[in-house]
Structure formats: structure tokens, C-alpha cells
């Protein structure tokens, strides 16, 4: 079974949203908090779709 055309798989919800990751080293600490939750959030996502796969 494959995700619907106007849907992204939810592989690569999780590929694209463990790729914002890349910079953190770069990033002051101070701003890591924040991506760590804009992480969360797109893994949560692309997860609560899983079952549509």
C-alpha cells in the first residue's frame, strides 16, 4: 500500500525533518531548544500518519 499522491510518504517526513539536524553544531545553543522542537513536532506528524501507509 502507498500514500496517497497529494500526501508525502511518512519515511520521508522523517527523513526530511532528521535532515533540519545537519547545522545544529553550527547553531548557538541557546537556538537548539527550538529545533529540537520543530523536530518533535514534524516527527509526531509524519508518525501519526504511519498507519496510512
Do not use: K
Not at 533540519?20 to 508518525?47: G, I, K, N, Q
Amino acid at each position: 500500500m502507498t500514500s496517497p499522491p497529494d500526501q508525502p510518504h511518512p519515511v520521508d517526513g522523517v527523513t526530511e525533518a532528521l535532515s533540519r539536524l545537519a547545522d545544529l553544531d553550527a547553531l548557538p545553543v541557546a537556538e537548539h531548544v527550538e529545533r529540537f522542537d520543530a523536530l518533535h513536532e514534524s516527527l509526531a506528524a509524519a508518525l501519526s500518519h504511519i498507519d496510512e501507509v
